[in-house]
């Protein structure tokens, strides 16, 4: 590899103006060409918009690979330009195990029939995070990412080359400023005068055509934001659409779930603890099933509200529909099962699940 000296001399030479008036302002000592005050305010404006899209940029990330270590993996692999092995998320694993487990215990049991209908929400529930994760991380990631590593770079490059502009032209101003008050004193200083002079005017026209050039890098900010207002809009509609989604399989699956006969109905602990009488009293108990909701009348005392967690589609014409929020009176009946209750709203009665239900006081 060549070596020129010249130039090596003439670099180093450069540097040590630079560093020679870079001291010199932070000291005082010499004088500074200030930026206008449009110029500055759009310096403040593009560096806020980095900082606070790189930390946009890295919560979002945590938020869509909360794991640390799978975050490091795909960070190397897209540095080595190589695609990522797809690997089952948290949400597939679980229901593959919960299947597995139905095969193992016998699907024909209510436990087994149970964890397969779960296992098959859990699988579909993974595949929608994927999807959701697959399509937030090239509506929004990707433009952010680009904005850092392309654009911001290109405004940090060129803010530095008008930063020594700068400093070169001051220093020029300096030299000038130097050599006419030699001149005042000796007349063989007229030709340093000229070369001042001639050094200063190629000195601005530099700084002005880089000004301009970080200018327009500056002033397209502007079209940033807009882009990532686009992304940000299209970032909300896929969690929308995500935790949507996830709501009707859940949803689904509560309603597959309420349709399974009561795994419970034949612990003869149960309906002492909730009716306290033997469930062969016939005047102390009422059976579920043959249980007529219009005859039910709520008893004089033990009445309560309760506040409705979600919405619930009644089964049959013995239960009541509820709308999540809203507040109804609920009672219980000797014999009833403890995960039911009656629910009055109105003229309108019928069983309630309590776990649909928060009990006030």
Known sequence: MDFNVKKFASDAGIFFTRAIQFTGE??????????????????????????????????????????????????????LDRTVPSRPNNEELLGHYMQDAAKDFGPGTPYGSTLIKVGDCERRLGSVQREFLQ???????????????????????????????????????????????????????????????????????????QAEVTRLLLEGISSTHVNHLRCLHEFVEAQTAYYKQCHLHMQDLQKELDRFPNAFAGNPGHSMASGGSSPMDPASAVETDTLKIEEVQAPATGTRKAKVLYDYDAADTSELSLLADELITVYTVPGMDSDWLVGERGNQKGKVPVTYLELLS
């Open 26 to 79: 932070k000291f005082g000592q010499v004088e500074k060409t200030e930026l206008d005050a449009h110029f500055e305010n759009l310096l403040s404006r593009a560096d806020s918009t980095k900082n606070w899209t790189e930390k946009i940029f890295r919560q979002t990330e945590v938020l869509l690979q909360p794991n640390p270590s799978s975050r490091i993996e795909e960070f190397l692999y897209e540095k």
């Open 135 to 209: 399509t937030s991380a090239i509506s929004f990631l990707t433009p952010l990412r680009n904005f850092l590593e392309g654009d911001w770079r290109t405004i940090s490059k060129e803010r530095r080359l008008l930063e020594n502009r700068r400093l070169d032209l001051d220093s020029c101003k300096a030299r000038l400023k130097k050599a006419k008050l030699a001149e005042s004193k000796a007349a063989l200083w007229s030709e340093e005068v000229d070369k001042a002079e001639h050094e200063l005017r190629v000195a601005q026209t530099e700084f002005d055509r």
